[in-house]
C-alpha cells in the first residue's frame, strides 16, 4: 500500500483556485460552471487508493444529498497516470458508475489544480461557499480503511450545515488522511 499521508491546505477564508479541466470524456468542466448556489466540494481522489475505495460509496449518496442544498460536487484525480494506469480516463469511468458518482470526475493532467489547492493525498476535501471561499479543508470522517467501521461523513456533513447555516468554520478541523498523491518526476536538470 502506498504511505499514508495527512494533508494541510489552504484556509478557510482563501479564494478557491479556479480550474477548467476535462472529464473522462474529453469534455472540459470549470470551477465555476459545477459551483452550486450555495457551494461546491472539491475532492482529491482516484481509483486504486484503499482509502477512497473504503469511503467511495458513501461518497455518492453525500453528494447528492448536499445537491438538494444547493451544494455541487466535483472529484479531480491529479495522479501520474502514466505511472499509475489504473487511474486512467477509462477506468474513471468505471468507477465513477459504480460507485454512482453523479458529479464530474475530472482529470488533472498537469498536476497544478492539485499544487493551487495544497492537495497531499487521495481523498483530500475542500468545501467551498457559495463566493468561491474556501469553507472547509479536511475529512470526510474518522473512518479508515480495515477499522471496522463504515464511512459516514460526519466531519464533512457538519462542516456543511454550519457553512448553510452562516456558522463559523470548525476551528481545528482534523486534515484528510490517505494515500499520496502519485506525482510526475521533477524534469530532469541538464548541466549547461
Not at 458518482?101 to 475542500?126: H, M, N, R
Request: aromatic share 10%; hydrophobic share 40%.
Amino acid at each position: 500500500m502506498s504511505e499514508v499521508l495527512s494533508s494541510f491546505f489552504l484556509k478557510p477564508g482563501a479564494p478557491a483556485p479556479d480550474f477548467a479541466l476535462p472529464d473522462a470524456g474529453g469534455k472540459i468542466v470549470t470551477r465555476t460552471a459545477v459551483a452550486g448556489e450555495r457551494g461546491l466540494l472539491v475532492v482529491f481522489a482516484c481509483n486504486h487508493c484503499p482509502f477512497v475505495i473504503h469511503l467511495a460509496d458513501a461518497l455518492g449518496d453525500f453528494a447528492r444529498e448536499i445537491s438538494t442544498q444547493g451544494v455541487n460536487t466535483a472529484a479531480i484525480n491529479s495522479n501520474d497516470i502514466e505511472r499509475y494506469p489504473q487511474d486512467g480516463p477509462a477506468e474513471m469511468k468505471v468507477f465513477a458508475a459504480e460507485r454512482r458518482w453523479e458529479f464530474p470526475y475530472l482529470i488533472d493532467a498537469s498536476q497544478e489544480v492539485a499544487k493551487a489547492y495544497g492537495a497531499a493525498c487521495t481523498p483530500d476535501f475542500f468545501l467551498c461557499d457559495g463566493s468561491g471561499t474556501l469553507f472547509y479543508a479536511g475529512q470526510f470522517d474518522d473512518s479508515r480503511p480495515r477499522g471496522g467501521q463504515q464511512a459516514h461523513g460526519g466531519d464533512l456533513r457538519e462542516a456543511v450545515r454550519r457553512m448553510l447555516a452562516g456558522e463559523a468554520p470548525l476551528a481545528r478541523p482534523y486534515p484528510s488522511s490517505g494515500c499520496n498523491i502519485k506525482w510526475k518526476p521533477a524534469p530532469v536538470q541538464t548541466g549547461a
